[in-house]
């Protein structure tokens, strides 16, 4: 057995540039389990297939399986299920598929191959018999070059229920990447392919460096016998399990009991932030100790050389909320939308921390619906900000909106850039159950908004996003391995 640790190695000592390919299968090799199961999941749950389409699916997948039936069959059975819908309609189907479930079950090693490719300049390519519906959410969101998958026949932006090409499966997809190397250039001996069927043996032996990622029994043994190094990658830690359920409880415990200890201190002091200051001071820490949650951070120093600020965080996880509460720990406050203070559920809590309510309807008076966020900058409260506007579905940072440089330009104070990783690898975004582990923070340098023009807010917004994706790209105190 391999250690992933080993196969990052292996990547750093290849040659470096795009000469060099990266060929990853989907199923089982990125994404834990099949992507087609969650479609036909969803389509049943939504009425979109016919009790004789599954019956005729069903079939050929146990042909498949126990007579060993070629997979055109399946294949073809699929894509005829598939006749009469467009293009675009599957395209957002794929993209909500993504977010509400297959981007959870994306290895996070996974990720932190692709990414050591990427350092290293590797075309990075990813090879899969599913549709593009399946495999293109998961290749935009992790940064591929390319996907060579089974695609539909389109005609006038609908599907016909055929097949467009090659079914890329075992031979059909060494010969894709054949071509494809072929055409691009790449010298496939220094190149690398990972997969975890064996299926994929062809392609496998079609590059310099195979590499079989959570091998199926007969890949495994294929393997030993050529002398392949296997790993197994950590599974996506995203259901619950007794420890989840009992560190969350505690959690959850320690940040109900701190805030009401704050309600009480405020009113008694008549003081809402004296209130405000018990939860972040206190229960953000505990409530992360209790989970099992450590925190690794760099540039410390960052957080209280310049107050007040608006700090920025890449927004992940409902994990963000006790990591941001637990490096500010005090005067601070965040923003939330006008009409969660009339929640019930929410507005508690809003008291509690003397959250600033901004109404974003009247879009057309941006200046004055900020105006709330200013006040509490000039008083002296910083403001935490999530400038992606909503939880990301994975680690990938996601366009920034505006509002957080508005109320840094208004007020007058700096904007310090709070970059998060590993907080959606220990609770997803749509998870309530925390699971034990470390966090990485860099809390990078304030950035001035003294003498900047709000004509330019667009470069200013570019520039700070683009330190948030150097320093992921390239963590502060780890070994690079870029050519």
């Keep these: 057995m391999t250690s992933v640790a080993a196969l990052l190695a292996s990547i750093a000592d290849a040659p470096p540039g795009p000469s060099t390919a990266a060929v990853f299968d989907l199923?089982?090799?990125?994404?834990?389990?099949?992507?087609?199961?969650?479609?036909?999941?969803?389509?049943?749950?939504?009425?979109?297939?016919?009790?004789?389409?599954?019956?005729?699916?069903?079939l050929a997948a146990l042909d498949m399986r126990f007579r060993q039936a070629p997979l055109d069959k399946l294949i073809g059975v699929a894509f005829e299920a598939l006749a009469g819908r467009t293009e675009d309609e599957l395209s957002e189907l794929g993209e909500r598929l993504f977010r509400q479930d297959i981007a959870s079950r994306i290895y996070p090693q996974a990720r932190q191959l692709v990414h050591a490719h990427r350092k290293a300049g590797h075309r990075i390519v990813m090879a899969t018999s599913a549709t593009p519906f399946q495999a293109d959410p998961v290749a935009t969101d992790m940064g591929f070059d390319t996907v060579l998958c089974t695609r539909p026949k389109v005609r006038a932006g609908t599907l016909t229920g055929d097949v467009d090409g090659d079914i890329l499966w075992g031979p059909g997809k060494a010969r894709a990447i054949t071509d494809y190397a072929q055409q691009e250039g790449i010298h496939l001996s220094d190149s690398f392919a990972y997969s975890n069927g064996t299926e994929d043996v062809p392609m496998l032996k079609a590059v310099g460096h195979p590499r079989p990622l959570n091998p199926e029994p007969g890949l495994a043994d294929i393997a030993h016998m050529r002398g392949w190094?296997?790993?197994?990658?950590?599974?996506?830690?995203?259901?619950?399990?007794?420890?989840?359920?009992?560190r969350t409880g505690a959690a959850l415990t320690a940040l109900s009991t701190s805030a009401t200890l704050g309600a009480a201190i405020g009113l008694l002091n008549r003081n809402?932030?004296?209130?405000?200051?018990?939860?972040?001071?206190?229960?953000?820490?505990?409530?992360?100790?209790?989970g099992g949650i450590t925190l690794k951070v760099t540039g410390e120093n960052n957080l209280w050389s310049?107050?007040?600020?608006?700090?920025?965080?890449?927004?992940?996880?409902?994990?963000?909320?006790?990591?941001?509460?637990?490096?500010?720990r005090r005067d601070c406050t965040g923003i939330a939308k006008k009409e969660l203070a009339r929640d019930p559920r929410f507005a508690p809590i809003g008291w509690v921390m003397d959250i600033v309510y901004v109404d974003r309807a009247h879009t057309q008076h941006a200046k004055e619906a900020l105006q709330p966020a200013v006040s509490k900058l000039r008083e002296g409260i910083s403001i935490a900000?999530?400038?992606?506007?909503?939880?990301?579905p994975t680690s990938t940072l996601a366009p920034f909106k505006k509002g957080g440089f508005h109320i840094a330009l208004q007020a007058g104070v700096p904007i310090v850039p709070i970059v998060i990783r590993n907080t959606g690898e220990l609770m997803w975004r749509n998870s309530v159950w925390l699971h034990p582990g470390t966090v990485d923070v860099a809390v990078l340098e304030p950035v001035p908004t003294s003498g900047w023009n709000p004509d330019d807010l667009n470069d200013h917004v570019a520039y700070v996003r683009q330190r948030f994706l150097d320093t992921l790209a390239d963590w502060p105190g780890e070994i690079s391995h870029a050519p």
Excluded: W
């Design 27 to 58: 199923d089982g090799t990125i994404v834990q389990g099949y992507t087609v199961k969650t479609v036909y999941r969803d389509q049943l749950s939504h009425a979109d297939i016919t009790p004789g389409q599954f019956n005729r699916l069903a």
């Design 385 to 392: 900000i999530a400038p992606e506007g909503t939880r990301s």
């Design 272 to 290: 809402r932030q004296a209130g405000a200051n018990v939860p972040t001071a206190a229960g953000c820490g505990l409530a992360l100790a209790l």
């Design 306 to 328: 310049h107050r007040p600020a608006v700090f920025m965080f890449n927004h992940q996880s409902s994990l963000d909320m006790l990591v941001v509460g637990d490096l500010l």
């Design 229 to 246: 190094p296997i790993a197994r990658l950590e599974p996506p830690r995203r259901g619950l399990t007794l420890t989840a359920a009992l």
